[in-house]
Structures are given as C-alpha cells and as structure tokens.
C-alpha cells in the first residue's frame, strides 16, 4: 500500500503544478453568440481600484427632466431596449452608459441651440437596482444586492465564503465593458489574507460577477483514501 500511495501523491502534486503553472491566463473563447472576453492586467486596467463609480444609465432605466426656466420641456422619458431616449424638441439620443452628470451636459448641449443657457435637472426615476453575483465554488453563489462599497474579499464572505474545492488563488473578475464585452481580472484571495493587507482588494461596480473556480486537488480527493492520506493533504495550500 505504501508505493500506490506514494505514486498517487506524486500525481496529485504534478496535477497542481501544471493548475498553478496556468494562474497567469485566462481562456477566453468568443463565439458568434457569446460576449467577448476583454482581458485586463492590473496595470493596465485602473478602473478596477475605483471604489465609487457614478451609476451609469441602462436599458428599462426611466428619469426626470426638469427645465428651471423653460418648464414647458420638463418631461418623463424612459431608456428604450436599443439605448436611446425621445426628448421633446430634440428627437432620440443615446443615452445608455451615461452618468447623470454626462447625461446632464450632453442634454445642455442640445437645448442649447434653441435655448439660452439651460438650466436642466436631470433626476433619476426608476433604475436597476445595483448588484453582485457570486459563483463557482463559495457556500452560497447567487445574485446579491451592492448596496455600497463592497471589496471582492467582503462579496466573497456575503456568499458563504469559499468551500472546501475553491482556488482561493485565481478567483476571477468579470467586469461588464462596452458593446456586451467584459473586462476580466485575476484575484490571488489567499495572498491577500495571508498579507494581512487589504490595500489591493478591489471594489465591485453593478453588475459585476465573482467566479471562483474548483482546486486542481478537489478532482482528486474522492479517489484517495482519507484515512491514509490525512498526512499528505493540506487544504490551505490550495
């Protein structure tokens, strides 16, 4: 019994080499009907450190129009399923992906040429409600409520925290970009814990979805006997 054993530790620990040797990529596939796949290096992606981005427009949204001295434009409009509003006077707009500030801008811009220096208030109405989903290998994936700053560290432990298969070192980031694309990124959760240094925990934005993916080592404790190998295995370094 003892040379089985000795030769299943050593492919259990060849397995994990080649799961960490392949921590620095990500497949990204894009079908003809899939979204796209944006990778994103931490350098090279600086919105992920944003910890309160402005809400920004989406389809089904609906907001107010209030015009201080021209009270005969003030309107209710709500943001069609391609993305565009109907304004009085000014036709249809693209507004998704807007923040109120930007929108509020653009809208001066436009009623500019037939008003003198608007005055516009613009006040949102009915909108998605913000959220998070967690999925993968933590107690309790799911769709949750974003009600305020919230760290990829903190969303993990509102969905039960990781259970006993998770790769608590590539925990993943999908972050919705323009035109259905997503921006990704890699989270090293355990380094993080271990370091006692949360400076780095990135904040989630609406929408945003946690993937926590399955240890190369959980593929394989079903086939090992527990009892033998209480020696050999470890949970905590995976």
Known sequence: MKYPIIALVGLVATVAITAIAQDSAIPATT??????????SKD???GFQERSPRYRLRKGDSFDLDFALSPEFNQTVAVQPDGYVT??????????GQTV???????KTLYAKMLHDPVITVALKDFDKPYFIAAGQVTKPGKYDLRGPLTVTEAVAIAGGFNEDAKHS????????SNGMFETKLINVKKLLASRNLSEDVYLRPGDMLYVPQ???SHFRR???TSSMGAYYNPAIY
């Open 31 to 40: 079908g003809t009907n899939s979204p796209s796949i944006v990778t994103a």
């Open 44 to 46: 090279a992606a600086p």
């Open 87 to 96: 304004l009085k006077g000014v036709g249809s707009i693209l507004v998704e």
């Open 101 to 107: 500030p930007e929108l509020t801008e653009t809208l």
């Open 170 to 177: 590539q925990v993943v980031l999908f972050r919705p970009a």
């Open 215 to 217: 240890s190369a080592f």
């Open 223 to 225: 086939y090992i006997p």
